[in-house]
């Protein structure tokens, strides 16, 4: 079983700041790439900004600039800077791995943390 738990979601102001966290555990033999997406009301998922275990980055054009992901073990980061009322939306953590050393990379998500910019 592998369990993807995010944080550090709530409310801030339009030009405020947040910093989302993402933990993976459980029967992790490696992993590929972990990544953020999010979820508006009435929209579908979209994506926010992926890494590898690498390093290389890749981030939605909305997002460029503003957003900043990084990695730790078995975990993702997300540095969310002058936030605008548009970036309201349920955020999810997404994780490429395998659960065993020949066996197939696997999607996993988490249960998603809620940003509202509000002011």
């Known amino acids: 079983q592998v369990q993807l738990v995010e944080s550090g979601g709530g409310l801030v102001q339009p030009g405020g700041s947040l910093r989302l966290s993402c933990a993976a555990s459980?029967?992790?033999?490696?992993?590929?790439?972990m990544g953020w997406y999010r979820q508006a009301p009435g929209e579908q998922r979209e994506l926010v900004a992926t890494i590898t275990m690498d390093g290389n980055t890749n981030y939605a054009d909305p997002v460029k600039g503003r957003f900043t992901i990084s990695r730790g073990k078995n975990a993702v980061y997300l540095q969310m800077s002058s936030l605008k009322f548009e970036d309201t939306a349920v955020y999810y953590c997404n994780a490429d791995l395998r659960t065993r050393r020949w066996g197939p990379m696997e999607d996993y998500w988490g249960r998603g943390t809620q940003v509202t910019v509000s002011s």
């Open positions: 459980g029967s992790i033999f490696s992993i590929n790439g």
